[in-house]
């Protein structure tokens, strides 16, 4: 696992390092999601996302670091039972846009490093503020549709999937990006 985390850091370093010139960065996009976790229900979570287009790439990819996280918290009061999870991720993904009128379809892929963390707090049952947390680095597949308010605003609406081993989401994001 640890050659991954390696591997994702360097990535995004590069990726976030890299001198913008003109032109590069296309747009900023501001994503609202209902995520669902292996093993949990349904939850809310945000992400914010820059868009890049290399001039050494074709016209119709663009290159995305973004940040996501989400949290869940539960509290069974009768029980004097208090848990969280939560998961904080830096990744990049590459997409292709199919340029439409009125609409641009998109389909993509890239790699993600998520921070996730679990804690509990259940006196009754021995547990007193324990807690675990670790990190893992997973594939993303993403699909969507863009559609322009106007020149500079559209809003997209994408299924997004994280596969992190024993951890795996799927994401219904809807957003608004903002081109430069």
């Known amino acids: ?9 360097v990535l995004l370093a590069a990726v976030c390092a890299a001198p913008a010139r003109a ?20 939850l809310s979570g945000l992400a914010l996302r820059l ?16 940040i996501e996280y989400w949290r869940n918290s539960n509290s069974l009061s009768a029980f004097g039972i208090e848990s969280s999870r939560k998961d904080a991720t830096l990744g990049v993904d590459a997409r292709y846009v199919f340029y439409r009128d009125g609409w641009e379809p998109y389909l993509g892929a890239g790699y993600a490093v998520h921070f996730l ?4 707090n259940a006196p009754a049952l021995g ?14 597949a993403l699909a969507g549709v863009s559609v322009p308010l ?3 605003v559209h809003n997209f609406f994408e299924v997004k999937y994280h596969h992190v081993t024993e951890n795996r989401q799927l994401k219904l994001n809807w957003g608004i990006s903002y081109n430069l």
């Open 1 to 9: 696992m640890r050659p991954y985390v390696l591997l994702s850091a």
């Open 23 to 42: 032109g590069d960065l296309v747009g900023i996009d501001a994503t609202t999601s209902t995520v669902m976790q292996e093993g949990q229900s349904s």
């Open 51 to 66: 868009r890049f287009h290399p001039a050494a790439l074709i016209r119709n990819v663009e290159i995305m670091p973004t």
């Open 117 to 120: 963390s679990s804690s509990v």
């Open 127 to 140: 547990l007193v503020d324990a807690s675990d947390s670790f990190t893992k680095g997973g594939l993303a």
């Open 150 to 152: 106007t020149t500079k």
